[in-house]
Nanobody, 114 residues
Framework: VQLQASGGGLVQPGESLRLSCAAS????????MAWYRQAPGKQRELVAR???????NYARSVKGRFTISRDDAENTVYLQMNSLNPEDTGVYYC?????????WGQGTLVTVSS
């Protein structure tokens, strides 16, 4: 399976973006689908993840502003990002995880700046 992230761009503080992660194959077998981000000069961090039962986890810094969802029929994972602020700037990566397999997408750049 390959992952293709898209939807990044330049937005102003307070605006929204929706990221998509399209898989080349089925994601139904992956226990966890997640979004990570890496800000300039910082380590990659978990932003949000969704389990195949639908449970979700969020980083404290995005809770209440971001929503992760998965559409197993379309083999796509989404990250709806609202009320963006400059601290959300970074390259966003999608990830698919199951026992024995850990797949990363190529990343999409999100820049929040006035």
């Amino acid at each position: 399976v390959q992952l293709q992230a898209s939807g990044g761009g330049l937005v102003q503080p307070g605006e929204s973006l929706r990221l998509s992660c399209a898989a080349s194959g089925s994601i139904a077998s992956f226990n966890i689908m997640a979004w990570y981000r890496q800000a300039p000069g910082k380590q990659r961090e978990l932003v949000a993840r969704i389990f195949n039962g639908g449970a979700t986890n969020y980083a404290r810094s995005v809770k209440g502003r971001f929503t992760i969802s998965r559409d197993d029929a379309e083999n796509t994972v989404y990250l709806q990002m609202n009320s963006l602020n400059p601290e959300d700037t970074g390259v966003y990566y999608c990830n698919a995880l199951r026992p024995g397999l850990d797949v990363w997408g190529q990343g999409t750049l999100v820049t929040v700046s006035s």
